[in-house]
Nanobody, 125 residues
Framework: QVQLVASGGGLVQAGGSLRLSCAAS????????MGWFRQAPGRGREFVAA????????AYADSVKGRFTISRDNAKNTLYLQMNSLLPEDTAVYYC??????????????????WGQGTQVTVSS
């Protein structure tokens, strides 16, 4: 399995931007579809965005469409999430995730092969 380390979280004002990164170990990164999930206090983990192994297709939760962009660099074994126009309701711990299959926006947190450790994003109003 691939090991994942997420970074880039922090505190930002509403309307601001952050870029999350997820570094993968091993030489199998390009064998996995990748994605981001998030978990707010008192809530379950929810899908945010996903990208195919090659990066040719992406999928987003309706709540982030038009504001977030997922991308990957297979040469650098790194996944990214560019978050713009952040809202207080985007506050959560963000987790990167991997699975050999691209499920699109229907990717369930119960079907993840590997998780990153999570990075906190806090958006103040």
């Amino acid at each position: 399995q691939v090991q994942l380390v997420a970074s880039g979280g922090g505190l930002v004002q509403a309307g601001g931007s952050l870029r999350l990164s997820c570094a993968a170990s091993g030489r199998t990164f390009s064998s996995y579809a990748m994605g981001w999930f998030r978990q707010a206090p008192g809530r379950g983990r929810e899908f945010v965005a996903a990208i195919t192994r090659s990066g040719d297709r992406t999928a987003y939760a309706d709540s982030v469409k038009g504001r977030f962009t997922i991308s990957r660099d297979n040469a650098k074994n790194t996944l990214y999430l560019q978050m713009n126009s952040l809202l207080p309701e985007d506050t959560a711990v963000y987790y990167c995730a991997a699975h050999p299959v691209f499920f699109g926006s229907r990717w369930s947190p119960q079907i993840v092969a590997s998780w990153g450790q999570g990075t906190q994003v806090t958006v103040s109003s």
